[in-house]
């Protein structure tokens, strides 16, 4: 029998994601507001198609960010401002540790490929932690909640839904996720997270 896949989101579960913070600091330096922000980039066709695969490299996606935005974006300045958007939660650490005693685990995080190729930097107390399998839904070709990215997820992991356990704060992705046969977690705390976890193995436990 396969062993069991603990997946879980990153912002507002593994971390505080504070996008305020990083718009902010995202039009000082660019000189947008937060309107312009949103009309330039944070829309369908901008972050959304990022998401979901539309730029195929992290290099592609900071191209069309700089074009968009139309100024010098940096990628280290990219990466800080980001960063510094991220609060960590150590109880939910905790929770992810208590998950790899029981299986395997992974990142599936809505974010487009120029996050996927710094989430080490990006997420340094959880990196040691998921090792390689640290991937954003933009590496699976489709953003959460559409049930695609948690199928690739289960092709690329070779499990079956019932092997696999997914906690996120979205109830949206949540059902995103059953709709596939994984169970599926809201995220309301670290202490009921770690509850589900224990629960989800016990259920898949042999008799």
């Known amino acids: 029998?396969?062993?069991?896949?603990?997946?879980?989101d990153m912002?507002?579960?593994?971390?505080?994601?504070?996008?305020?913070?990083?718009?902010?600091?995202l039009g000082e330096l660019t000189g947008h507001d937060l309107a312009e922000l949103r009309r330039r980039w944070w829309h369908p066709e901008g972050e959304w198609r990022?998401?979901?695969g539309g730029h195929g490299t992290a290099e592609q996606y900071h191209a069309a960010f700089e074009a968009a935005m139309g100024v010098p974006v940096p990628v280290d300045e990219w990466v800080r401002i980001r960063r510094a958007a991220m609060t960590p939660w150590p109880a939910s650490f905790a929770a992810v540790r208590r998950a790899a005693e029981l299986g395997e685990i992974a990142l599936l995080t809505n974010n487009g490929p120029l996050v996927e190729a710094h989430l080490a930097t990006l997420a340094p107390e959880i990196a040691p932690l998921f090792g390689a399998e640290l991937h954003t839904s933009s590496f699976y070709?489709?953003?959460k909640p559409d049930p695609a990215v948690f199928r690739a997820v289960l092709a690329a992991y070779g499990?079956?839904?019932e092997d696999v356990f997914f906690a996120d704060d979205l109830a949206e992705?949540?059902?995103?996720?059953?709709?596939?046969?994984i169970t599926a977690h809201r995220f309301t705390g670290a202490g009921?997270?770690?509850?589900?976890?224990?629960?989800?193995?016990?259920?898949r436990s042999p008799a």
């Open 159 to 161: 499990r079956e839904p």
């Open 50 to 52: 990022a998401e979901a």
């Open 1 to 8: 029998m396969a062993s069991l896949l603990f997946v879980f």
């Open 173 to 181: 992705n949540v059902a995103g996720a059953a709709s596939v046969g």
């Open 192 to 203: 009921s997270l770690v509850t589900a976890i224990e629960a989800f193995a016990a259920e």
């Open 141 to 143: 070709g489709a953003r």
């Open 11 to 25: 912002d507002d579960v593994l971390y505080d994601y504070d996008w305020r913070v990083r718009m902010r600091l």
